[in-house]
């Protein structure tokens, strides 16, 4: 019932955890990814054995994962703790696909890798709070999502401005204004982009900042209802009530803890993650949407005519496939398929706007 590919899933997890265990600096978080590491490749030598496959002959680690490891080399390790996050809703996605497809009956097992992850760390005694708050912090805020981000980025610039370069050229043929079009299409899109981020961020922080300010607020005026709230929320995650009372009153004692402690549990909000720099989240988003975007513009530079849009079709196909390709770190898709895939759409999507600006142009012209 388990495909080759989903064992070669678990060996490339089992692959990247034991990565993170030799570049992770504690100690005892290092052990916690070298566990995650053995329970990855013993799913993969069960589920060979259940598909009586020779367990002597366990495939090495794919392209895909060396890849993930020359990533977090350049750019950190800690960007593979998002990707392995990816990885594991992708493994229990593939197993639940396969048993629904059997009729089989799915079991807790099947969704269990993050929350065996979570309950490895929250049971060992010796990973501090700090660590283990640096832990949560580090698998929310990078990972996947950042490498995502990058390629979404470079594939909304390309595709949106070889669409706008193919308009022009078959309204022109692919004369004068393509170039200008071109720049001009750069500009204003990456720009958009950068406005849209850059808000994004900072109404964000000045609503967690509101609301960190109204709970302050009612911290000073009704400390006793705080405490009973705070005592309340360990009460509801199993903590006995005596106990949950007890921590809720030492945090109440300290207002400034206090203050922390409720906007984390009450708001979900983490004072960390209103250090992020809107402007450097625009800058990031300007530069990333102008890279892909730059793309179908740079063959109007030497030449113009039919000879200048082969050379932008050929270029954009060819950064469509890179982008595809990209794309298959996370999904774990076959490079060809998601490459392809990518290159059609964006051709589809060019054609139609040339087409329309071709259309344009005899009208005019007429």
């Known amino acids: 019932m388990v495909s080759l590919k989903n064992i070669q899933t678990e060996i490339d997890a089992g692959f990247l955890y034991q990565i993170l265990a030799d570049h992770e600096e504690d100690a005892n978080i290092a052990t916690v990814f070298r566990q995650m590491s053995k329970i990855e490749q013993g799913h993969a030598l069960a589920f060979m054995q259940k598909n009586k496959l020779d367990t002597t002959q366990m495939p090495p680690p794919s392209k895909r994962a060396k890849i993930l490891s020359f990533i977090g080399k350049v750019f950190g390790y800690n960007y593979l703790?998002?990707?392995?996050?990816?990885?594991?809703?992708?493994i229990s996605s593939s197993v639940l696909n396969t048993k629904n497809q059997y009729s089989a009956t799915s079991s807790i097992t099947d969704t269990a890798h993050v929350t065996i992850l979570k309950n490895i760390l929250n049971s060992s005694k010796k990973v501090?709070?700090?660590n283990l708050a640096r832990f949560e912090k580090r698998h929310r805020s990078v990972g996947g999502n950042a490498l995502r981000a990058a390629v979404l980025g470079g594939n909304d610039g390309l595709v949106s401005n070889f669409s706008l370069v193919m308009g022009i050229a078959g309204a022109t043929s692919g004369q004068e204004g393509v170039l200008l079009a071109g720049l001009a299409g750069l500009l204003a899109g990456a720009l958009?982009?950068?406005?849209?981020?850059?808000?994004?961020?900072?109404?964000?922080?000045?609503?967690?900042?509101?609301?960190m300010?109204?709970?302050?607020?009612?911290?000073?005026?009704?400390?006793?209802g705080e405490e009973q709230e705070l005592a309340l929320?360990?009460?509801?995650?199993g903590i006995p009530e005596t106990q949950a009372r007890q921590m809720a009153k030492d945090i109440i004692s300290n207002k400034d803890h206090a203050h922390e402690v409720l906007i984390k549990e009450e708001l979900g909000i983490n004072s960390e993650d209103l250090k992020g720099s809107a402007m450097e989240a625009a800058v990031t988003s300007f530069l990333l949407f102008a890279i892909g975007a730059i793309i179908p513009v740079v063959p109007f530079f030497f030449t113009t005519g039919m000879k200048a849009i082969i050379?932008?079709?050929m270029l954009s196909g060819f950064g469509l496939f890179l982008i595809g390709a990209a794309i298959t770190l996370f999904t774990g898709k076959s490079v060809w398929y998601s490459g392809f895939r990518q290159v059609f759409?964006?051709?589809?999507?060019?054609?139609i706007t040339f087409g329309i600006g071709k259309a344009i142009g005899v009208s005019l012209a007429g």
């Open 128 to 130: 501090s709070g700090s």
């Open 81 to 90: 703790l998002g990707v392995l996050l990816d990885t594991e809703k992708s």
């Open 345 to 351: 759409f964006g051709l589809a999507a060019a054609a």
């Open 192 to 211: 958009s982009m950068a406005l849209g981020e850059w808000i994004s961020v900072k109404s964000s922080q000045e609503l967690y900042e509101n609301q």
């Open 213 to 224: 300010q109204l709970e302050m607020e009612e911290l000073e005026t009704n400390p006793e």
């Open 311 to 313: 050379g932008s079709a």
């Open 233 to 237: 929320i360990y009460l509801s995650k």
